[in-house]
């Protein structure tokens, strides 16, 4: 059973499809004694950092996010959701993230090295390129996914499960214990991105069973 | 590396699929919830909806649309047509949509993009741009309610204002190319690409294949749409990919 999380941020409907499609039982909440019950958390969002961590703060969720993450619970973020795992972002000013993955959300330049000017967001299909072995990747080959994202993440390469490349190398897929991002749209990435939902979904299944 | 994307673009009065030509006849050409799978299958990368009713009743079948739609779809999609306030984003993206377009009531009232984006965030919110050339102005002019008034902002002018004011991204139709099959405008792509710095949606004129391959290289755009050619299979989007494939642009 998926718990996801409701902060009043993000496309909580399209991600519960998703994993209705795969046959997998969710549930939506913003109670922490409630989504305490599911073994596999995923924390989906859109919209701007500070935002969303002064909602996750007012409800508790913060806490409860560390906490589960703390007692081996599995967390994944998607999107927004993905950022919000790291220490800090630059959006709208310096704000405190989750910090249960090193690094830093900071903006596309816009510029390329050689003053070109390039579109952001990043929107659209890109393809993935596979870091290091991971449960989220295990047996799926390199193929496109969908991002729509202004800011990336700045991390240690050894958190960084699959890359994308947009001007600089964009983490797609990270990792750290049991707590993965995403910074495309699995739930909008056709047969790709329910694969890597259904490889989610296996983790969680088996600390079910465990 | 970020590919082109190509976007079938559905019309829908009163819950059917329909495609104007230069937006006065209109025929039917199916059901919304099986051409969007069926475009899913062809490799389509997005989808948009234009609800095109006229009542109240039809404009609110679009809601069940989008929610069968977005039951059924693993691939984003866009809702646009007759949403005039934050309310009705909401309605629109709560039932399943990833992306809301504005059009008229961006022009009556710029501000609600800067509140739809405040709201959702800039990715959430494309502006829809109907242009048409007006050798007065020299340049194009931007037209609302369909295409039928014309306003007093040129095309880049408001273009820029919507990306200032948050839009995300910028579907732009030119009027006078649509429903002629004789391909995309390019100088009126390439003009807007180049003056935003959000990703612009070449729209209106699609005939063939080549047609996209100019839009992408010449035009600048970064993906661009298309109706009817793709609604009574005059090509499909896979045969359109695998020849944009075969000319070097990167598609998925």
């Not at chain 1, 999380?5 to 004694?33: H, Q, T």
């Amino acid at each position: 059973m998926i718990g996801i999380v409701d902060y009043g941020m993000g496309n909580l409907f399209s991600v519960s499809k998703g994993l209705e499609r795969l046959g997998a039982d969710s549930f939506i909440s913003d109670d922490p004694k409630e989504l305490s019950k599911s073994k596999g958390i995923i924390l989906p969002g859109v919209g701007s950092f500070r935002d969303a961590m002064s909602l996750l703060e007012k409800q508790k969720l913060d806490k409860f996010l560390r906490e589960h993450v703390a007692d081996g619970g599995y967390l994944l973020g998607i999107c927004l959701g993905m950022q919000l795992l790291f220490d800090e972002s630059e959006e709208n000013g310096p704000a405190k993230g989750l910090s249960l993955i090193p690094g830093k959300v900071v903006r596309f330049k816009g510029v390329d090295a050689n003053d070109q000017v390039y579109k952001v967001p990043h929107m659209g299909w890109n393809r993935l390129e596979f870091k290091h072995a991971s449960p989220v990747n295990e047996g799926l080959e390199e193929e496109h996914v969908y991002f729509v994202h202004s800011y990336y993440v700045d991390t240690d390469e050894s958190f960084i499960t699959a890359s994308a490349t947009y001007d600089v190398e964009v983490p797609a897929i990270v990792g750290k214990g049991n707590v993965f991002g995403m910074q495309f749209h699995p739930e909008k990435s056709g047969k790709m991105g329910m694969s890597l939902l259904r490889n989610y979904l296996s983790l969680v299944e088996g600390k079910e069973r465990a | 590396m970020l590919t082109k994307r190509i976007i079938p673009c559905l019309d829908v009065k009163d819950g059917r699929v329909v495609k104007g030509i230069q937006f006065v006849s209109l025929r039917d050409a199916g059901d919304p919830v099986e051409l969007a799978a069926f475009y899913d299958q062809e490799g389509a990368d997005e989808l948009v909806f234009l609800d095109i009713s006229a009542s109240h009743e039809g404009r609110e079948t679009i809601v069940d649309v989008v929610q069968a739609v977005a039951g059924s779809l693993a691939i984003p999609f866009t809702v646009g047509g007759g949403i005039n306030s934050l309310a009705d984003m909401k309605k629109i993206l709560r039932a399943g949509a990833d992306k809301v377009s504005l059009n008229t009531a961006a022009v009556l009232r710029p501000d609600l993009i800067n509140e739809g984006s405040e709201y959702f965030g800039a990715q959430c919110i494309v502006v829809a741009i109907d242009a048409r050339y007006d050798e007065e102005l020299g340049s194009w002019r931007v037209y609302t309610h369909g295409g039928r008034k014309p306003t007093e902002w040129e095309v880049i002018d408001w273009a820029k204002e919507a990306v200032s004011r948050g839009a995300g991204e910028i579907l732009l139709t030119s009027m006078d190319c649509d429903g002629e099959k004789q391909g995309f405008n390019i100088a009126l792509t390439k003009a807007v690409s180049e003056a935003v710095s959000v990703p612009v949606i070449a729209s209106g004129g699609a005939g063939n294949a080549e047609h996209f391959q100019v839009a992408f290289e010449e035009g600048k755009a970064d993906a661009a749409l298309a109706a009817s050619i793709f609604h009574y299979k005059e090509t499909s989007v896979k045969e359109v990919k695998a020849f944009l494939k075969q000319q070097g642009v990167v598609v998925r």
